[in-house]
Every structure is written in C-alpha cells, then in structure tokens.
C-alpha cells in the first residue's frame, strides 16, 4: 500500500513538473513574440537568458530520468537521510594508495 502511494506520488510530481514546463514555455513564446518586435534587439539578451533558464529546466524535467541519475540521486538521498538522522555517513572502501615515486 505505501509502495502504491509512493509511486503515485513520484508519478503526480513528474506531471505536475512537465505542466509547469509546458506553462513556462507558453509564457517564454507569448512575451517574447510580443516584446522582440516592439522592443528590438535590446530585448535580445533577456530572450538569450530566460532561454537558458528554460533550457535547464527542460533538462531537469525530462531529461533526469536516466538510470545513472537516478542511481546518483537515490545515493544522495540515503546520504543526506543518514546526515540528518546524526549518524556517520555512509562509507565506500577506498582504493589503495599508490606507493611512492622513488
């Protein structure tokens, strides 16, 4: 049963994730078909920037479902889970240390 509400949860944040995308989107075009025309090129640099900023939120939103993502971000999760809880952070063994040069 919390495995079923989890899922729908994850499921619900990933929708509601796109449609503010579609959102941001929408409002991206309107403003700047309304503004580029009757502003000019000054406007430019807020269309390079505001782009940008969509650009990365295009990518967080469809493009962080990878497995490697995924993986890192379940990791950091745990990591953060176990930082807050007081205990000592969980450990990976280190790889030997080369010896030295002579």
Known sequence: MADEDDAYQTA????????GFLI?????????VVFLPVVGWDWLW???FWGLGLAFQAV?????????ATGWKDR????E??????????T????????PAA
Not at 24 to 32: G, K
Not at 76 to 79: G, L, N, R, T, Y
Request: aromatic letters at 4%.
């Open 12 to 19: 619900k944040r990933r929708v509601e994730a796109r449609i």
């Open 24 to 32: 941001h989107l929408a409002v991206y075009v309107v403003i700047n």
């Open 46 to 48: 807020v269309t390079v």
């Open 60 to 68: 967080a939103t469809f493009g962080g479902t990878s497995r490697a």
């Open 76 to 79: 950091a999760i745990a990591k």
């Open 81 to 90: 889970m176990t930082r807050h809880e007081g205990g000592p952070p969980p």
């Open 92 to 99: 990976q063994p280190m790889p030997p240390a080369a010896p």
